[in-house]
């Protein structure tokens, strides 16, 4: 059995917990939190939460740590540090960051002799595969990503700690027309904001000044300064009632010609629809701690993404298995 460790309890690691409990070659050994280990209360019996200094008294009990924490501030801090006593696996996704977060986890993972998985998930993750894919039998093409409709952890998250901002939910929504000109084949091209809008529902804190988190939020760096964006303050109770699920989804489209002339046109789509973002993402986190036990049995050290990763490495079925129902 691969025993689990998960830091953090949000959504992202509920949903971590959920994908484990029909994982039949994967345990959950313990939680850790930040919060009082008294006050976070989990689905699955006789594990412990304990407190996050705690962990690396447990290095020689867990196998693999999830890292269920965000990506604006956690994460570049966390995942390097947590290698250093674990093989871990985060989600990191702010993808203008990627290759500087890549090198400091990849510093710490090789000096330590761990394997770190990094902007594990589905976009970056899933989606990245398929941009590589599509590319490598498309060369003569273009990429297209659209995201949504739908909630963006991360972004929400980002705004989330705004000074002033009690809650957010980000809805990513692709603009109709540009995604029809891509899938006839056109191979616009196209800005960011050609591509997608950004919606923001806010609950504030009761005096915060609004005028000042709404120029904040649209003009965030990575996140929502490429993008025409509209914020709308709302109450808790909008909040609970019209945003409590956490919808997403999207599409990686490549465009291309083939033939000595280029005469033809071929599309490949990559499509996700998803009622839980979290709980989607939290299923290729644990799928990539699999693969990552099985890359680090073979020598493996230093941070990798899902571009290193053999799909065989992902999948709990052997290879007879595969190769009888499979391919």
Same mark, same amino acid.
């Given at each position: 059995?691969?025993?689990?460790?998960? !830091?953090?309890?949000?959504?992202?690691?509920?949903?971590?917990?959920?994908?484990?409990?029909?994982?039949?070659?994967?345990?959950?050994?313990?939680?850790?939190?930040?919060?009082?280990? +008294?006050?976070?209360?989990?689905?699955? =019996?006789?594990?412990?939460?304990?407190?996050?200094?705690? @962990?690396?008294?447990?290095?020689?009990?867990?196998?693999?740590?999830?890292?269920?924490?965000?990506?604006?501030?956690?994460?570049?801090?966390?995942?390097?540090?947590?290698?250093?006593?674990?093989?871990?696996?985060?989600?990191?996704?702010? &993808? @203008?960051?990627?290759? $500087?977060?890549?090198?400091?986890?990849?510093?710490?993972?090789?000096?330590?002799?761990?394997?770190?998985?990094?902007?594990?998930?589905?976009?970056?993750?899933?989606?990245?595969?398929?941009?590589?894919?599509?590319?490598?039998?498309?060369?003569?093409?273009?990429?297209?990503?659209?995201?949504?409709?739908?909630?963006?952890?991360? &972004?929400?998250?980002?705004?989330?700690?705004? =000074? /002033?901002?009690?809650?957010?939910?980000?809805?990513?929504?692709?603009?109709?027309? $540009?995604?029809?000109?891509?899938?006839? +084949?056109?191979?616009?091209?196209?800005?960011?904001?050609?591509?997608?809008?950004?919606?923001?529902?806010? !609950? @504030?804190?009761?005096?915060?000044?609004?005028?000042?988190?709404?120029?904040? #939020?649209?003009?965030? =760096?990575?996140?929502?300064?490429?993008?025409?964006?509209?914020?709308?303050?709302?109450?808790?109770? *909008?909040?609970?009632?019209?945003?409590?699920?956490?919808?997403?989804? +999207?599409?990686? #489209?490549?465009? /291309?010609?083939?033939?000595?002339?280029?005469?033809?046109? *071929?599309?490949?789509?990559?499509?996700?629809?998803?009622?839980?973002? %979290? *709980?989607?993402? @939290?299923? !290729?986190?644990?799928?990539?701690?699999?693969?990552? !036990?099985?890359?680090?049995?073979?020598?493996?050290?230093?941070?990798?993404?899902?571009?290193?990763?053999? %799909?065989?490495?992902?999948?709990?079925?052997?290879?007879?298995?595969?190769?009888?129902?499979?391919?």
């Amino acid at each position: 059995m691969i025993k689990i460790g998960i !830091v953090g309890y949000g959504n992202l690691a509920r949903g971590v917990e959920c994908a484990l409990k029909h994982d039949p070659d994967m345990t959950l050994a313990a939680v850790f939190t930040r919060r009082d280990p +008294g006050a976070v209360k989990i689905q699955t =019996p006789n594990v412990p939460v304990l407190p996050l200094e705690d @962990a690396p008294l447990w290095k020689d009990r867990i196998d693999v740590m999830i890292l269920c924490a965000g990506s604006a501030t956690d994460l570049p801090k966390m995942t390097p540090a947590l290698a250093k006593d674990f093989n871990v696996i985060d989600s990191f996704d702010t &993808h @203008a960051n990627i290759p $500087a977060h890549f090198a400091a986890v990849d510093a710490a993972a090789s000096e330590s002799g761990h394997i770190a998985f990094i902007s594990v998930g589905w976009d970056p993750g899933l989606f990245s595969l398929n941009r590589l894919y599509a590319s490598a039998i498309l060369p003569n093409g273009k990429d297209y990503t659209f995201w949504g409709k739908g909630v963006s952890q991360g &972004h929400s998250d980002a705004v989330r700690r705004l =000074p /002033g901002v009690i809650d957010c939910r980000q809805y990513t929504i692709p603009v109709a027309e $540009a995604m029809e000109r891509v899938r006839k +084949g056109e191979m616009p091209q196209l800005t960011t904001r050609e591509k997608h809008t950004r919606y923001c529902y806010v !609950v @504030a804190e009761e005096g915060a000044d609004k005028a000042k988190i709404e120029e904040a #939020i649209k003009t965030m =760096p990575n996140y929502f300064a490429d993008y025409d964006t509209t914020v709308e303050f709302i109450t808790m109770e *909008q909040m609970k009632q019209d945003h409590s699920g956490l919808p997403h989804g +999207g599409s990686v #489209i490549r465009s /291309g010609i083939t033939g000595w002339e280029g005469e033809n046109r *071929q599309t490949i789509e990559f499509s996700l629809k998803l009622d839980s973002n %979290p *709980q989607f993402t @939290a299923s !290729v986190l644990v799928a990539c701690a699999r693969a990552a !036990v099985k890359m680090r049995e073979r020598g493996a050290t230093g941070c990798k993404t899902m571009f290193d990763a053999a %799909p065989a490495d992902l999948s709990p079925m052997s290879r007879e298995e595969m190769l009888a129902h499979m391919l």
